[in-house]
C-alpha cells in the first residue's frame, strides 16, 4: 500500500499534460467575482493562488459563463468577453508560480441558473418550461440559439488558450445546458437536437467540434461530465458511458467522471453529504472503472466525487479505476492537503461532508465553516482514531 502510495505523488504525463503528481482540484465555484462584470478579483484571484501553492498537479478554476444569458451562480466569474482574457493571464501567473498546471472550466448553465442571478438575460434551455432548482420558466432553445452557443463555448476556448491556460474543460455535467439536451426528462424536441440518443448527444460533439476548430488539435480538450443523470426519467449509467466512449472516441483529451445533477436529490446529487472514510468514499468509482476499461488509453480519466483518503486512491490506482484523483471540498477545508500528505501527514481529509460551505457564498466568497471554527478552537472536525 505504502508503494501504490507513493506512485499518487510522482508525475505522470496524460490527457495532453505533463503534471507533477495524480492530484487534480476539481472544478469549484468560490463566489467572489464582480457581480455585475464577473471579473476576478484580487480576493479570488489569492484564492487560486493558495490552491495552487497547497501541491496541486492540476486545477480546474470554478465555471465560467461563456455568455450572459449562460451564468448560473451569484458573483460566478465569466469568460464571455475579450476584456476577460486578462484575468486568465493573472490566473495562469498565480497558478503556474505554485507549480500547478491550469484549467479553466467553461459553462452555458441553461435553465439550471439560481434566481438570485439578476440581469443574466433570457431563460435558455431544450424544451422550455422548468426545472427543478433552476431559475424559472425557461425558452426552448432555437437554431439560431443554439449557433450562436456554439461560438460562444468556441470563443470562450480561446479567451482561456491566448490567456495562458493549459486546457479547458466544457462542462457537460450537473444538469447544465449540456446535461438538459442529453436528459430524456428535459429535452422533449423532436428535430435533429432531442431524440435519440444520437440527438440527445448532438450538442456535445458539435460544442466539442466547435471548440476544437477554434483552438486547434495541441490544446487540451477536455469535458466533466455525469455518467449518470441520478434522476427519475434521466439518462441511465449505460447511455452515460455511450456518450462518454463516443466523446474519447472523437477525440477529446481527458474525462472527468462525475455524476448526479442539481435537480438529484441530496441522496444522489453531485455533492453527497455524509461521506466517511471507506465504504462511502468515491461514489462514482464503478462508473470510471467501466470508462477507464473501454476508452482510448491516451484520453485521460479523473475521477471525482467523496474522495478523501489516501489509501482509498492507492488502492484505485492500482485497480485501474482512473488515472487522476480530483477534489472538491476537501481543498475548500484545506487548500493545502496535497503538501500536507506529501510532507507526511497521511491523515484523511478533515471535510466532514456537510455541505455546509455552500451557504457561505451569502458572504462574498466560499470558505469552510468548519475548519474555520476549528480554527478558533471551537471544536475539532477530526475525530480521534
Ligand atoms: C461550493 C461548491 C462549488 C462547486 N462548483 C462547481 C463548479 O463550478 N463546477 C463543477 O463542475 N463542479 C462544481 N462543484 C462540484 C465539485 O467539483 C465536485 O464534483 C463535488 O463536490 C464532489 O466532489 P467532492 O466530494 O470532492 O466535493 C462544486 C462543489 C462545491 C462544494
Ligand atoms: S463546509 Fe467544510 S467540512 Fe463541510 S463540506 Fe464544506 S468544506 Fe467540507
Same mark, same amino acid.
Given at each position: 500500500m505504502k508503494e501504490a502510495i507513493s506512485l499518487l505523488f510522482q508525475s505522470l504525463s496524460t490527457g495532453g499534460l505533463t503534471l507533477r503528481n495524480r492530484f487534480m482540484r476539481s472544478a469549484t465555484w468560490l463566489a467572489g467575482a464582480?457581480? $455585475?462584470?464577473?471579473a476576478l478579483t484580487e480576493g479570488l484571484l489569492g484564492r487560486y493562488g493558495e490552491l495552487a501553492m497547497g501541491g496541486l498537479g492540476l486545477l480546474a478554476t470554478g465555471y465560467s459563463y461563456i455568455s450572459r444569458d449562460g451564468k448560473g451562480a451569484f458573483r460566478q466569474w465569466g469568460l464571455h468577453d475579450d476584456r476577460r482574457t486578462a484575468d486568465v493571464r493573472r490566473l495562469a501567473e498565480v497558478v503556474h508560480g505554485g507549480g500547478a498546471k491550469l484549467m479553466i472550466q467553461i459553462v452555458h448553465a441553461g435553465a439550471m441558473r439560481h434566481p438570485s442571478t439578476v440581469g443574466a438575460g433570457r431563460l435558455l434551455s431544450p424544451s422550455g418550461g422548468a426545472i427543478r432548482g433552476g431559475g424559472g420558466l425557461s425558452e426552448a432553445a432555437t437554431e439560431s440559439d443554439i449557433a450562436r452557443i456554439l461560438e460562444d463555448f468556441a470563443a470562450a476556448a480561446r479567451r482561456a488558450r491566448e490567456g495562458g491556460a493549459d486546457a479547458v474543460q466544457i462542462h457537460?455535467?450537473?444538469?447544465?445546458l449540456l446535461t438538459q439536451f442529453f436528459s430524456p426528462l428535459h429535452n422533449r424536441r423532436d428535430?435533429?437536437?432531442?431524440?435519440?440518443f444520437e440527438g440527445r448527444s448532438r450538442l456535445f460533439l458539435e460544442v466539442f467540434r466547435a471548440v476544437r476548430a477554434e483552438v486547434g488539435r495541441d490544446f487540451p480538450l477536455w469535458f466533466k461530465l @455525469?455518467? @449518470?443523470? $441520478?434522476?427519475?426519467g434521466g439518462y441511465d449509467a449505460e447511455e452515460g458511458l455511450r456518450l462518454a466512449l463516443l466523446l474519447a472516441q472523437a477525440g477529446v483529451d481527458g474525462i472527468e467522471v462525475s455524476g448526479g445533477t442539481g435537480y438529484s436529490t441530496a441522496e444522489r446529487a453531485? @455533492?453527497?453529504?455524509?461521506v466517511t472514510r471507506g $465504504?462511502? $468514499?468515491?461514489?462514482f468509482a464503478e462508473s470510471a472503472k467501466r470508462l477507464r476499461a473501454q476508452a482510448p488509453r491516451d484520453c485521460a480519466v479523473a475521477l471525482v466525487g467523496g474522495l478523501r483518503s489516501l489509501e482509498r486512491m492507492a488502492e484505485l490506482l492500482e485497480g485501474g479505476v482512473c488515472d487522476l484523483f480530483s477534489m472538491s471540498r476537501p481543498l475548500i477545508a484545506e487548500p493545502d492537503l496535497v503538501n500536507r500528505w506529501f510532507e507526511d501527514d497521511l491523515s484523511p481529509s478533515a471535510c466532514v461532508s456537510c455541505n455546509a460551505c455552500f451557504k457561505t457564498a451569502e458572504r462574498g466568497l466560499i470558505d469552510c465553516p468548519v475548519m474555520r471554527d476549528k480554527d478558533e478552537g471551537i471544536w475539532d472536525p477530526v475525530p480521534e482514531s
Open positions: 464582480d457581480a $455585475e462584470t464577473g457537460g455535467a450537473h444538469g447544465y428535430d435533429g437536437w432531442g431524440g435519440s @455525469s455518467l @449518470s443523470e $441520478e434522476v427519475e453531485e @455533492s453527497r453529504i455524509g $465504504e462511502s $468514499e468515491a461514489y
